[in-house]
């Protein structure tokens, strides 16, 4: 479809508006999508204010966030054997506890799952106050080189709650530990019924996981940019309420745009240009990832951002 008659298009959608002015500023927030690979897009982004066809040059901010997620899983099955030092559970069987270093220099317990420095890198400590680690204790994951410490600031002479479970249950929920980078632990740990000290012998099952999340935002708002709208933009409109793409031959990103051969990188909220498929396309590239969902859609006009309330 030619140009001209995308932005005919795109003109009709916004209520064939007869004098395409600029208004107030306007808020819209992007529609979330889940691109798949444990990727998702989301953000905002604000136009002059325009109705009807919109240009590359009537976006004034945008903040859009690509959310990267993996879990790693650490259960007998992957992450054994097992470390355990002066780990007791509470007489009503209720607490499953970690003692801490009575002082900061001599050794506290350890609870940890997995191989550290001999064979395959795979492993995490529910807590540990042993030798480096004795003043506050650390939580820790390990996969390879993905790796990452979390200090948990427990006192000397404490008993660290790592696990929480119900009356007559031996399934202790773990305490949950956020690690700097957004990360976050939980899982659960279960025993033989035993109270008191534990060993080796009185663990049955772990299931720990870590949860991590990484970001990659594109913005531009009053205190910079690191990106644009890319130029393959056209096909856009607004009735003030939403914002559309067309289908056939809309598309709407933001990202880096460098000359080729590099591949730059951004989100694509909509693409149903000539190299997209029928139904059009939306996801998220860059130098390693190619990441892009079908939309299956067969209307004329995607709603990809609605007016923020």
């Known amino acids: 479809m030619a140009a001209s008659a995308l932005h005919r298009a795109a003109g009709l959608v916004a209520l064939l508006c007869a004098a395409c002015a600029p208004a107030a500023a306007t808020d819209f927030n992007i529609v979330s999508l889940p691109l798949g690979g444990g990727l998702s897009l989301s953000g905002t982004f604000s136009t002059d204010g325009t109705i009807g066809v919109l240009q590359p040059a009537n976006f004034t901010a945008w903040h859009v ?89 427990v006192p000397y002479h404490a008993q660290y709650v790592a696990g929480k479970a119900p009356t007559g249950s031996s399934v202790f929920t773990l305490t949950p530990v956020t690690f700097l980078s957004g990360a976050v632990m939980s899982g659960t740990v279960t025993t033989d019924g035993q109270v008191g000290t534990l060993g080796p012998q009185n663990l049955r099952d772990w299931h720990v ?22 130029p393959p933009t056209i096909g856009v ?57 079908p939309l299956n859609f067969g209307g004329s006009a995607r709603v990809v951002a609605t007016v923020v309330p």
Request: glycine share 14%; aromatic share 14%.
């Open 65 to 153: 966030v690509i959310r990267s997620s993996t879990t790693l899983a650490y259960t007998p099955l992957n992450a054994a054997p097992i470390q355990i030092s002066q780990v007791t559970v509470t007489p009503d069987g209720r607490r499953l506890r970690i003692a801490s270093s009575p002082d900061g220099v001599n050794d506290g317990g350890i609870l940890a799952f997995g191989s550290f420095g001999i064979g395959p890198e795979f492993g995490v400590w529910i807590a540990n106050f042993s030798g480096y680690y004795a003043p506050e204790g650390d939580a820790f994951y390990l996969s390879g080189s993905n790796f990452e410490w979390q200090p948990l600031g």
């Open 209 to 230: 996981q870590v949860r991590q999340v990484t970001e990659t935002v594109f913005y531009s708002d009053a205190t910079g940019a690191n990106s644009r709208v890319l």
């Open 237 to 293: 409109s607004t009735d003030g309420a939403n914002v559309y793409v067309a289908r056939p031959g809309g598309y709407l990103g933001f990202g880096v745009a460098p000359p080729p051969p590099y591949p730059g990188s951004g989100g694509v909220l909509a693409d149903f240009g000539t190299g997209a498929p029928k139904r059009g396309q939306a996801g998220f590239y860059d130098a390693v990832t190619y990441q892009f969902k």
